[in-house]
């Protein structure tokens, strides 16, 4: 399996704790300098993916360094804790969810590492509160576009592309249909209703296409249904694109992901920016991402697959026009 | 049927049976149990295992077309399993337990568990499982992750028919049962067959061994076994067949034994008859043996008793020194070899138990005095001291018998005199502490001899044994004598033992146990004081003048002792009157003695009072002394000194001799009165005419009755004394005729029975007066007296023998116990004469004879034996008479008799 070149290579457990170590008493330095303008990063969990971000925003950023805490750790403070940072940098769904119910109003906020679905379940649950507070997002996951890309890219010669949307994206179909259209796809698409088997809705879908992408939906894309959907794929020879690294070693042919470290250095980049110009940007999906490949799967499909490198040069070039 | 009728009631054949049936059935069934209670259990857990894994494995395959419920998924599925015969069903639920697909139609329920179970309904075995998601991993982020457990998505039940199960359990038990019946008669018919080949020999062995019990010997077992039966069959045959040999082995054997213990029983029987003669003639042996002994005792010591006699009339003739000394050599060979004879005769009694202690009244004192002065001639002529001390304790009569106790103290005197060169013996007497009622007396001798040395200590009193063989040659003797002293002290109940160092002298102790006696022999009054006041002792020896003062002691009121004639001369003339007396102890010394006679004549000189003059022996000349002298109060003894006599001497005046005195007391006959005396013993005439001649009668004298008449008719006496027993005619029938021609002259009988028939014949015969025996000179001549109208008064009453202590002393008469003596002997050897002869009637008479002598004299051992002897002669008991005359003989020549009649 390859991985994208673009990402930093991990560091070795050691190193990271030294750095952490460091990072840390960076940030005790830097608080006792100029407490005012802290930034506070609130962790969802002590998960590595999470220190990892919060690691790279720290590492990234250019102004007083960011102090992090993790969210269980918050939830000792006194309740006007959070009023000496700004901004607010949340990491995951948790922390968003929490910062956003308790930060007193004019707090800057940047959600990084969120799920756009998640996000926007936030927004409408405190739409109220949110009106007192500035806030962006750096969403986890990719936009359709760049799977459609990815799709495209992997199979230039395919013609339909299958997608089944769920609660989830049942919503986004016109999203799709565009960018299918843009990437010269004809959408084969069904919608799962609350009863339906996923795997007889999928067989006639995935039959009609020529390559068919998975989209981040628990209704249909779960532990038990997302290896029989492989294997269904694998069964008719269609391509399948995943959205996750587990899902690529799993048996999809290829996906496009952002790495905590790329969200984490955007994230250091929005607070840079914020830092600079005391600007929030719209909340975003990441620009960094990379591009995952399972040579072995794209063998047994009789697909000749470009490097990652390749795949992702594509679709940046994709992007760029 | 045979088998229950012969084996199966009792016996070997149903232990066989048992031991071979029994555990074989236990394990067949429990093999058999076992067996098909396993393969039940396999055969089902087979179907479960089955059931379960084909359920396991379809819930494995099913979870995509349990996901997908794609029925044709399932259908193509379940086509596998349902091939199998006993697969009846297949069924596909989903995770609301809803039906997916199912082969076919059966009813039954199921309940969904999220574990496999398997359960029986209706005939079937249902497996469930569920269908477990196998899900993958596909978010990267924590924010995609589902919280979800191992989700069920649905079941797969596979139902299995029990029927084919069933058939097979039911084969399973057929086929075992089969092969078990089939075993079982197998085994039976084998353990019969092998129980009869085991138990049949058996019990025809057990048959024969009961016949041979019965005695069938004959009786043999048929040999048709092999191995172990067959070797014990022929075993058994064997023994019967050694039994019944052996048996009539033994029967001839004990045939043969029988006639051999028929024939010894005959044998003994000769032999027995022969032993009894052979006894017969031991005892004839024996009685011979006795009489030889008696005889030997008698022919050796008749002649030795001439020779002694001979010697002692050779020796009064006047001879040369030489012949003298010849004579004296003769004399003392004759006597070493006649107690030496004695001695072996002793010896040979004590071996043999033949003796036995007498147990008549005595005194001590007396009896151990008579041995040392029968000893104290030799004494005196090696010039040694002989001390004899009494200590005051000594009852004066015990019970015993006195002529043994001589007989040891003769030995052991007479031994430590011949071992003695110089110096003294003392012989003690002393009384101990006794538990009991017996008197226990220590007597010692104790010696200034030569001594004996430890070693030889110890062989001292084994038989034929001196301290050293070179004293036999030395001292002579038998080498008896102590052995002879130790046995009889051992029949006293007493012990002997000595305490010696060599060179410096002996000294033995014997005790021995006395009965205590009734009463005092004689009334004496030694103890009291006497009217003697002062007495002066002199002996230059210690100890004997120790013993001398000791004597005195409480007689006297004032005692001078001293042992230097310096001292003795201080003495008398300080102590002079008439009530003092002097007791002067001769020295034992020869020279001492001379140089104390060149000095008594001047030291006796001026002494008013009495002198004893105390000499070693008799035969010292003291006669030189007293009659120039002239002393009249000089009273010669020997030593030892008797306690009685030395009282007697305290008790006389000083004015007269005792002897003079005593005389003067006696009654006399008017002068010229004729006396007849008849008495058969020449020794009793003679003292009766020595007391009639010093009474001043005329004494006619006849040996027997007839003699008597003769006489009386001759002489016409005054008066006639008249013994009882005499020879011819005795004294009764002599009275009766005396009687015919002298009715009024008195006649006194002089008798020592005590017969009252006797008594009457004397009285009916005419008999004035009876007298006993032993004569009293005083009551004989005082009735004469009174009897011949010479004293008036009445005649005193009859006195019963033995009733008056006094006797007649010898001495006052001329006769001196050496006639007493010499006159027993003269019995003695008449007796043994009559014994030899085997001459009754001399043995009686001169057993009476003898009687009457001890009676006349007071000699009770004496009497006592002669009185045995006459009993023994008229029961004609030679072995009885032989041993009287020989404790006779004893008492007589050794002067044993005089123990009680020695101040007579």
Redesign the interface.
């Known amino acids: 399996m390859d991985k994208c070149g673009l990402t930093r290579q991990p560091l070795n457990c050691g190193a990271r704790i030294m750095l952490s170590l460091f990072g840390w008493l960076c940030i005790i330095k830097l608080c006792v300098a100029s407490a005012a303008a802290q930034a506070l990063i609130v962790l969802s969990n002590e998960q590595q993916p999470y220190q990892i971000v919060s690691r790279e925003i720290i590492l990234q950023s250019e102004g007083p360094v960011p102090q992090s805490i993790s969210l269980n750790n918050l939830h000792q403070k006194p309740s006007g804790y959070l009023q000496q940072f700004s901004p607010i940098i949340t990491v995951g769904s948790a922390a968003t969810d929490y910062v956003f119910a308790k930060a007193p109003a004019g707090s800057q906020i940047i959600s990084s590492f969120i799920p756009q679905p998640g996000y926007r379940r936030l927004l409408n649950r405190y739409s109220d509160r949110l009106q007192s507070l500035r806030h962006t997002a750096l969403f986890l996951d990719q936009p359709y576009y760049r799977h459609i890309a990815l799709a495209r890219a992997v199979q230039p010669s395919a013609r339909s592309l299958g997608v089944i949307l769920g609660p989830t994206t049942g919503k986004d179909l016109q999203a799709l249909e565009t960018a299918s259209r843009a990437r010269g796809f004809t959408l084969n698409h069904d919608e799962l209703v609350s009863n339906d088997n996923p795997l007889q809705m999928l067989q006639p879908i995935m039959a009609r296409s020529d390559i068919f992408l998975a989209l981040p939906d628990q209704a249909i894309f779960n532990r038990t249904t997302a290896k029989w959907i492989l294997f269904m794929s694998y069964q008719q020879h269609i391509p399948l694109i995943g959205f996750s690294r587990s899902y690529v070693d799993a048996g999809a042919l290829a996906a496009v992901i952002s790495t905590p470290e790329q969200i984490g250095r955007q994230t250091a980049e929005i607070l840079n920016r914020f830092n600079e110009s005391g600007a929030l940007p719209q909340a975003s999906y990441s620009a960094y991402f990379s591009v995952i490949t399972n040579p072995q799967v794209a063998r047994n499909l009789n697909i000749e697959l470009p490097v990652p490198s390749q795949l992702e040069a594509r679709l940046k070039e994709v992007e760029q026009r | 049927m045979s088998l229950l009728q012969n084996g199966f009631g009792k016996g070997i054949r149903l232990k066989v049976f048992t031991i071979t049936l029994v555990p074989l059935l236990v394990m067949t069934l429990m093999l058999a149990g076992y067996f098909i209670s396993t393969r039940i259990a396999d055969n089902e857990t087979a179907l479960i295992e089955r059931g379960a894994t084909m359920s396991r494995l379809m819930a494995a395959a099913a979870?995509?077309g349990i996901?997908?419920?794609?029925t044709p998924q399932l259908k193509a599925l379940s086509k596998g399993p349902i091939q199998e015969s006993d697969v009846k069903d297949v069924i596909f639920l989903n995770a609301t337990g809803q039906l997916i697909y199912r082969s076919t139609e059966l009813a039954f329920q199921f309940i969904p568990r999220p574990t496999p179970t398997y359960n029986q309904q209706n005939g079937y075995w249902l497996f469930a499982t569920p269908v477990m998601?196998?899900?993958?991993?596909?978010?990267?982020?924590?924010?995609?992750s589902?919280q979800?457990s191992p989700?069920i998505?649905g079941w797969v039940v596979i139902a299995i028919s029990s029927d084919p199960m069933r058939q097979r359990q039911l084969d399973i038990i057929t086929n075992t049962l089969i092969l078990l019946l089939i075993g079982i008669l197998v085994t039976f018919v084998v353990a019969a067959r092998v129980g009869h080949t085991l138990t049949d020999p058996i019990i025809d062995l057990t048959e024969l061994v009961g016949k041979l019990q019965q005695g069938q010997l004959s009786a043999r077992a048929l040999e048709q076994s092999d191995a172990e039966i067959g070797s014990l069959e022929r075993g058994i045959n064997l023994l019967a067949e050694r039994v019944q040999a052996s048996n009539q082995l033994l029967e001839s054997q004990v045939d043969k034994a029988t006639q051999r213990l028929r024939k010894t029983m005959q044998y003994l029987e000769t032999q027995n008859h022969a032993l009894h003669k052979a006894r017969e003639r031991a005892d004839q042996a024996n009685m011979a043996k006795d009489e030889f002994l008696a005889r030997m005792s008698h022919e050796l010591r008749t002649p030795l008793t001439s020779v002694l006699g001979f010697t002692g009339l050779l020796k009064q003739t006047s001879l040369s020194f030489e012949q003298q000394e010849h004579c004296r050599i003769i004399s003392q060979t004759s006597t070493m070899l006649l107690a030496i004879i004695d001695d072996i005769l002793d010896f040979a009694k004590l071996q043999s138990n033949a003796i036995h202690l007498e147990s008549i009244p005595f005194s001590p004192e007396e009896c151990i005095h008579s041995a040392i002065e029968m000893q104290a001639q030799s004494a005196a002529t090696k010039g040694l001291e002989l001390i004899y001390q009494v200590s005051d304790d000594i009852p004066p009569v015990v019970l015993g018998d006195p002529m043994r106790l001589r007989q040891v103290a003769t030995n052991l005197i007479g031994n430590a005199i011949k071992f003695t060169e110089h110096g003294h013996v003392i012989v003690s007497l002393q009384r101990l502490e006794s538990d009991d009622d017996t008197i226990r007396i220590e007597f010692t001798v104790l010696d200034s001899g030569i001594g004996i040395d430890p070693t030889q200590q110890a062989h001292l009193f084994s038989a034929f044994s001196q301290a050293d063989s070179s004293i036999t040659r030395r001292f002579g003797g038998s080498g008896l004598g102590l052995v002879i002293v130790r046995k009889l002290l051992e029949l006293m109940e007493g012990e002997i033992r000595l305490n010696s160092m060599a060179g410096q002298g002996t000294e033995f102790i014997c005790t021995l146990n006395c009965l205590p006696g009734a009463a005092a022999l004689k009334g004496t009054s030694a103890g009291s004081l006497t009217h003697t006041k002062e007495l002066i002792i002199f002996d230059r020896h210690r100890s004997s003048l120790q013993a001398l003062t000791l004597l005195a002691d409480k007689s006297v009121a004032r005692i001078y002792p001293c042992r230097t004639l310096q001292q003795l001369s201080n003495y008398l003339e300080q102590v002079s009157g008439v009530n003092s007396a002097l007791m002067f102890g001769l020295s034992a010394d020869p020279a001492i003695a001379r140089e104390q006679k060149q000095h008594i004549p001047a030291l006796f000189r001026g002494f008013k009072g009495n002198i004893m003059l105390l000499v070693p022996s008799l035969n010292n000349d003291v006669t030189e002394i007293t009659r120039v002298q002239n002393h009249h109060n000089i009273t010669v003894l020997t030593k030892p000194l008797r306690k009685i006599n030395l009282h007697k001497w305290l008790s006389h005046s000083a004015t007269k001799s005792g002897r003079s005195q005593l005389i003067s007391k006696l009654p006399t006959l008017t002068p010229g009165t004729k006396v007849l005396i008849a008495e058969d013993n020449d020794f009793n005439r003679l003292l009766l005419t020595r007391i009639m001649g010093t009474a001043g009668a005329v004494v006619s004298e006849a040996i027997n009755g007839m003699q008597a008449i003769q006489l009386a008719e001759q002489h016409q006496p005054d008066i006639i004394l008249m013994d009882v027993h005499m020879p011819r005619i005795d004294g009764i029938e002599a009275t009766l005729q005396i009687r015919q021609f002298l009715p009024n002259v008195p006649i006194i009988a002089l008798t020592a029975n005590v017969v009252s028939s006797e008594e009457q014949a004397l009285t009916d015969a005419g008999v004035n007066r009876i007298e006993y025996k032993p004569i009293n000179d005083t009551r004989l001549l005082n009735t004469m007296r009174l009897l011949l109208k010479q004293e008036q008064g009445s005649l005193p009453p009859a006195a019963r023998p033995h009733d008056e202590a006094s006797a007649t002393d010898l001495s006052h008469y001329k006769l001196s116990p050496k006639d007493l003596h010499a006159e027993l002997l003269r019995q003695l050897t008449a007796l043994q004469q009559g014994f030899s002869a085997q001459d009754i009637h001399k043995l009686r008479n001169h057993a009476h004879q003898l009687t009457g002598l001890a009676g006349l004299f007071e000699l009770p051992a004496l009497e006592l034996t002669s009185s045995d002897l006459s009993q023994a002669v008229k029961e004609a008991n030679i072995r009885k008479t032989w041993h009287c005359l020989w404790r006779l003989q004893r008492l007589i020549e050794h002067h044993q008799y005089q123990d009680d009649a020695g101040d007579s």
């Open positions: 979870e995509f996901i997908s419920e794609l998601a196998t899900g993958i991993l596909i978010d990267d982020s924590p924010e995609y589902e979800q989700e998505l």
